[in-house]
């Protein structure tokens, strides 16, 4: 039982590159998110879904798209890189309902130059 | 206002001292509370949920105030491991996204 996957770990990308940062859990979870964190302004929700097929946006969804094409998978899509995406990038899973645990990845380290 | 607020620290505690931190919520229909802890450079992970009458687990004990709508964490003995950062988290049920503090940053000093 891995948990919460993600990869790369680390990346360095260009201005105006493109990436894409894959999450992948194996507990079933209904519910999975991805954040973004920098120095003193913690966890930022970026996008987030609530089953197979449906996204949603969060708090800073700009300058991002996702996919959750398979209930285990979420992916995040930087389409032109800036600067100003460089942060730590963290996803996040959950069972549906309001008590239950979430689950983080061990986060993605993105520096745009 | 925000919906979570944490005191950002950092607190500098010596070994073997008691601290305890604060945060409060705004939501009143907020149902379910829980504290993270985040170590440098990793992922939050669950320290423990904050049930209505509160509960204690080993040296951490955390406690809910409806009527004021903050929950506290206090840590008993510190240890040096207990050195990290410390997430507020509220939600209420149906809720699908977690409200998470900015945390509380605690290093535990030799």
């Known amino acids: 039982n891995a948990g919460v996957t993600q990869t790369p770990k680390f990346r360095v990308l260009k201005t105006g590159q493109s990436m894409t940062l894959l999450c992948a859990q194996d507990?079933?979870?209904?519910?999975m998110y991805w954040y973004r964190q920098d120095p003193g302004m913690g966890l930022r929700l970026i996008h987030y879904s609530v089953g197979e097929g449906t996204t949603a946006k969060g708090e800073v969804p700009d300058g991002y798209n996702v996919s959750r094409l398979k209930k285990q998978n979420f992916l995040l899509g930087l389409e032109s890189a800036a600067p100003s995406q460089t942060s730590v990038y963290f996803c996040?899973?959950?069972?549906?309902?309001?008590?239950?645990?979430?689950?983080f990845g061990p986060g993605t380290r993105l520096t745009v130059l | 206002r925000k919906e979570v607020e944490q005191d950002p620290g950092p607190f500098n505690v010596p070994e073997g001292a008691t601290v305890a931190f604060n945060c409060t919520y705004s939501n009143s229909a907020s149902q379910s509370f829980f504290w993270y802890r985040q170590d440098c450079r990793k992922e939050p992970k669950l320290l423990m949920s904050?049930?209505?009458s509160g509960n204690e687990d080993g040296r951490f004990t955390a406690q809910l105030n409806r009527a004021s709508q903050y929950i506290s964490l206090l840590i008993r003995d510190s240890k040096l491991s207990d050195s990290a950062t410390y997430l507020c988290?509220?939600?209420?049920?149906?809720?699908?996204?977690?409200?998470f503090g900015t945390g509380t940053r605690l290093t535990i000093i030799p």
């Open positions: 988290v509220v939600n209420y049920f149906g809720n699908e996204k977690l409200t």
């Open positions: 904050v049930y209505s």
């Open positions: 996040a899973s959950r069972e549906a309902g309001g008590r239950d645990e979430q689950f």
């Open positions: 507990m079933n979870h209904e519910y």
